[in-house]
């Protein structure tokens, strides 16, 4: 028998993971087709917002975005060796996708004042090694905004290699398209 304790988070997660996408006003087709891919996934599975679900599962991030210097704050990842946003799995006290985004922001860059939009930006699912050498998996990113004072001081995490601020303009070459597209939906949304 499950408890209610164990069930709540989970259903509470999965509600607004649906809620949040359903009303999300995505900013061209590409990123229409996606957000129905992970409404359809989240329909399919009741633990779909949760790394046990090894076939995929709603993951949340953060790009940390200094508007004032035009600048973003990247880590370096230690697993797949490319500079991108922060963020990663869901965890059970997380509320709300962006709960888990803001979380994980704070977590990997050490800055405690961020101010979260509470709205996704861009959506971006990407095969990863999860669990495993051996072992693939989805993930189903929702891509939120974290802003950071001016003086926001990053500090570097165990979970990565580097921590950097970037320019907009002036992102490094070890990133990948998803980062560089990312950041220019940041750029134009935040001026």
């Known amino acids: 028998m499950t408890s209610s304790a164990t069930t709540t988070p ?3 997660l ?32 009741a633990d779909g917002v949760w790394r046990s679900r090894r ?15 035009g600048r973003v704050l990247l880590t370096l990842h230690p697993k797949v060796g490319l500079w991108l946003q922060t ?14 985004a803001l979380r994980e ?3 990997e860059s050490g800055i405690r004042d961020l ?17 495993g050498p051996d072992q693939w998996s989805v993930h189903y990113d929702v891509e939120y905004v974290a802003v950071a004072e001016p003086d926001a001081t990053a500090r570097i995490s165990e979970e990565s290699l580097d921590l950097r601020w ?3 303009d002036a992102l490094p070459e070890q990133t990948d398209d998803a ?13």
Do not use: M, N
Request: aromatic share 4%; proline share 3%; glycine share 6%.
């Open 10 to 12: 989970s259903a509470s």
């Open 14 to 45: 999965h509600d607004d993971a649906r809620r949040v996408l359903a009303a999300w006003d995505a900013p061209d087709a590409a990123q229409a087709k996606l957000r129905d891919a992970y409404l359809a996934h989240l329909g399919r599975f």
């Open 55 to 69: 076939e995929g599962h709603i993951t949340a991030s953060a790009l940390i975005v200094d508007p004032t210097r």
């Open 87 to 100: 963020g990663g799995h869901c965890e059970a006290a997380d509320a709300t996708l962006a709960d888990a």
């Open 105 to 107: 922001a704070v977590e």
């Open 115 to 131: 101010t979260l939009r509470h709205e996704p930006v861009c959506l971006d699912r990407h095969d990863v090694r999860c669990g």
């Open 166 to 168: 970037f320019a907009y």
């Open 179 to 191: 980062v560089r597209t990312l950041v220019a939906r940041a750029a134009v949304l935040l001026g």
